[in-house]
């Protein structure tokens, strides 16, 4: 469907403007999905973020800020979200052996559990949007991302 339709528009849209609400458009459709996919776990996507960047840190424990830098959504309020992965039981908290003033933040076995069930939920739902390109096409699309946020060339 074009934007236009989707947005139900009856007045010629710029160019500029026609790719920004696509993207918009797109990545709310995304999102609402990949919610849908989380919500059975109680799990906001910033928080699959989360845990998802912890099992990549294999084992080793992971500060505020090496989360924060690593949030897709850079303006989540990082301490927060470990709050309510802590009340999960989902990760553990304890002061850094190094710096006092550093929490060591690490994912439990009940978080790395329940990755395992969502993780094929999550391939599924990338498999599907991403079945409607060939790789070439995904290739492209990945490229004029980067090169329309300015972070290629």
Do not use: W
């Not at 696509?22 to 609402?32: G, H």
């Not at 996919?37 to 996507?45: A, G, M, Q, V």
């Not at 553990?92 to 094929?120: A, F, Y």
């Amino acid at each position: 469907m074009k934007i236009e339709e989707a947005i139900k528009s009856t007045t010629p849209i710029s160019i500029s403007k026609k790719t920004m609400l696509n993207i918009m458009y797109t990545q709310n459709l995304l999102a609402e999905s990949f919610n849908e996919i989380l919500k059975p776990y109680d799990l906001s996507p910033e928080q699959f973020n989360v845990l998802r960047i912890l099992r990549g840190q294999k084992g080793k424990p992971a500060n505020m800020c090496v989360i924060q830098e690593r949030m897709i959504a850079k303006t989540s309020n990082t301490t927060r979200l470990v709050d309510k992965l802590l009340l999960k039981g989902l990760v553990t908290r304890e002061v850094c052996s190094d710096n006092r003033r550093k929490m060591d933040i690490s994912i439990t076995q009940k978080g790395l559990d329940l990755l395992t069930d969502v993780d094929p939920k999550v391939h599924s739902h990338e498999e599907s949007y991403a079945s409607n390109l060939d790789h070439k096409e995904l290739e492209t699309i990945n490229l004029l991302l980067e090169k329309y946020r300015g972070e290629s060339l």
